[in-house]
C-alpha cells in the first residue's frame, strides 16, 4: 500500500461544532469555510490531497538542489501538475530531504502548509502528515489551530467575511470572490435546520475523492474518484429516470436515491 494512504474519514457533525466551539463562532460558520475552502481533504486512493511548493522547498534546503532539480526545487512557484501527481513532485523531494519535502507541501481539506507543524502543536512533520492521513477531523483540527495562531477567530466570529478572507487567502481574495461566496455559504447553513448526520457534500463536476468513488460505484462507472463529463453525463441519465431535476449535481434528493 502506497504511503501516505489512511481511512481518509470525513467530516463528522461533532468535529464541526466542537470547531466552532472552540473558535467561539457558530457552526453555520464553521460549515461554510467548509464548503468554500475544501473541496474534500482526500484522494480516491485516501492519500490527502497536497500541493507540492517548489519554490518553498528551494528556500528551505538553501537552495542547494535548484541547480540539478529545478522542476521541484526554484526560487519560482510553480510545476504543479495537480491531483495525484503531486506525490511524485514529493517523492522526487523526499528522496533529496524528507523532512523538507514533508515541510515545503500544503496538506489536506484546508491545504495547511507542512512547515506550520510545529506552530500547530506537532513538533515533528511526521506527525502532522500522519494526522493529515487519517481524516477531514484531523484537517479541521489543524485548521481551528491555524485559525486561533494567525487571530482570524474573531472574523470568524463577527462574520467578517472580508477580513477573515483577506488573512486566511490573502490579496487573491477580491479576485477569487471569496469573501462573497463565505456569506452566501454562511446564509444557506444559517437557516438549515440542524444535522445530526455526517455532513456530505455536493457534488459536481470537478470534485475528487473517495465520495466520487463512490458515487461512479454506484452507477457502475470506473471508480477513479475524477468528477469529469462522463460521471455528470451518468448522473444525468440517473436523474432523469428517477423523475429528479436533471442537472448533474448530486444533492440530497439525488444522494438520497442512489441510496449513498
Not at 460558520?29 to 517548489?54: C, H, M, Q, W, Y
Not at 522542476?71 to 513532485?89: L, Q
Request: glycine letters at 10%.
Amino acid at each position: 500500500m502506497p504511503e501516505f494512504t489512511g481511512p481518509a474519514t470525513p467530516f463528522s457533525q461533532d468535529a464541526i461544532e466542537e470547531a466552532a466551539d472552540d473558535i467561539g463562532c457558530d457552526v453555520a460558520a464553521v460549515k461554510a469555510v467548509i464548503d468554500v475552502e475544501s473541496r474534500g481533504g482526500f484522494l480516491a486512493d485516501t492519500r490527502p490531497k497536497i500541493l507540492f511548493e517548489r519554490h518553498v522547498f528551494s528556500k528551505r534546503t538553501g537552495g542547494r538542489f535548484d541547480p540539478s532539480n529545478p522542476d521541484i526545487s526554484s526560487r519560482t512557484p510553480g510545476g504543479y501538475k495537480g491531483g495525484a501527481a503531486e506525490y511524485d513532485r514529493l517523492g522526487e523531494a523526499i528522496a533529496l530531504d524528507r523532512k523538507a519535502a514533508l515541510e515545503s507541501a500544503s496538506w489536506g481539506a484546508f491545504q495547511i502548509m507542512g512547515y506550520h507543524h510545529d506552530s500547530l502543536g506537532m513538533p515533528d512533520v511526521e506527525d502532522f502528515c500522519r494526522a493529515m492521513c487519517n481524516s477531514e477531523d484531523d484537517h479541521l483540527a489543524a485548521f481551528v489551530r491555524f485559525v486561533k495562531l494567525n487571530n482570524l477567530d474573531d472574523e470568524l466570529c463577527r462574520r467578517d467575511w472580508a477580513g477573515f478572507a483577506r488573512g486566511y487567502n490573502g490579496p487573491a481574495f477580491l479576485k477569487n470572490r471569496y469573501d462573497t461566496k463565505l456569506a452566501a455559504a454562511y446564509t444557506v447553513h444559517a437557516i438549515s435546520p440542524p444535522r445530526t448526520d455526517t455532513i456530505q457534500r455536493t457534488l459536481k463536476m470537478g470534485d475528487d475523492g473517495p465520495d466520487v468513488a463512490l458515487l461512479q460505484k454506484k452507477l457502475s462507472l470506473v471508480a477513479d474518484g475524477d468528477f469529469g463529463p462522463a460521471t455528470k453525463a451518468a448522473v444525468i441519465a440517473f436523474q432523469k429516470k428517477r423523475g429528479l431535476g436533471s442537472d448533474g449535481i448530486v444533492g440530497t434528493k439525488t444522494r438520497q436515491a442512489l441510496g449513498l
